[in-house]
């Protein structure tokens, strides 16, 4: 069955980076794509963008460009996700979730279990 | 992109309709049949329960089902029993090419 598998629970201090990686199995990895969703403590979800492991492609939410950037590594099945500059509102639990990627975007079928990340000084 | 709205709350009883409304504009729901739609439990990862407006991926139930009319979609669920209790969050893809969600429904069954 397909499985995501994400990195464990992080703190860092504002200004710095993070990366937290999305391990899958259970399906054609390098046929889907990625997408990366967060979720402050009590609030929505907040979508962050999609990596399209097929042909490479990424897009990013527009309030995120410049600090965030979404990599893979296929001979081990992962994802990255690296964002830089951290500010305590980055504070969050992030998922990644998989799935088909259309041309115009990628849907979520499957989701991991999701990484906490704290950010606080 | 503001967030798509939803109502903050609804609830009913087990055996009732309930229907989740989720209202955009032309540059998202209204323009795309790309709306998705999410239950989350306390604690987990949200659970892709509607995809493209009216499709349900395998394994989830038929008592739930989308549709779409101008610029607001619905998530209607039929029968409702305990384990619907969760937040329910709708989806959109925009003009922008970014997706949007809405602020997250939560469903109380009496």
């Known amino acids: 069955q397909v499985q995501l598998v994400q990195s464990g629970p992080e703190v860092k201090k504002p200004g710095a980076s993070v990366k937290v990686s999305c391990k899958a199995s259970?399906?054609?990895?390098?046929?889907?794509?990625i997408t990366w969703v967060r979720q402050a403590p009590g609030q929505g979800l907040e979508w962050m963008g999609w990596?399209?492991?097929?042909?490479?492609?990424?897009k990013y939410a527009q309030k995120l460009q410049g600090r965030v950037s979404m990599t893979t590594d296929t001979s081990t099945s992962t994802v990255y996700l690296e964002l830089r500059n951290l500010r305590s509102d980055d504070t969050a639990v992030y998922y990644c979730?998989?799935?088909?990627?259309?041309?115009?975007?990628?849907?979520?079928?499957?989701w991991g279990l999701g990484t906490l990340v704290t950010v606080s000084s | 992109q503001s967030a798509l709205t939803q109502p903050a709350s609804v609830s009913g009883s087990p055996g009732q309709s309930i229907t989740i409304s989720c209202t955009g504009s032309?540059?998202?729901?209204?323009?795309?049949?790309?709306v998705s739609w999410y239950q989350q439990h306390p604690g987990k990862a949200p659970k892709l329960m509607i995809w493209?407006?009216?499709n349900r991926p395998s394994g989830v139930s038929s008592r739930f089902s989308g549709s779409k009319s101008g610029n607001s979609a619905s998530l209607t669920i039929s029968g409702l029993q305990a384990d619907d209790e969760a937040d329910y969050y709708c989806?959109?893809?925009?003009?922008?090419?970014?997706?949007?969600f809405g602020g997250g429904t939560k469903l109380s069954v009496l």
């Open positions: 032309s540059s998202d729901v209204g323009g795309y049949d790309y």
């Open positions: 493209d407006v009216s």
């Open positions: 979730a998989s799935g088909y990627c259309s041309s115009a975007f990628c849907y979520t079928d499957y």
């Open positions: 989806s959109s893809y925009t003009s922008s090419t970014d997706v949007v």
């Open positions: 990596l399209s492991v097929s042909n490479g492609n990424t």
């Open positions: 259970g399906y054609g990895f390098t046929s889907y794509g």
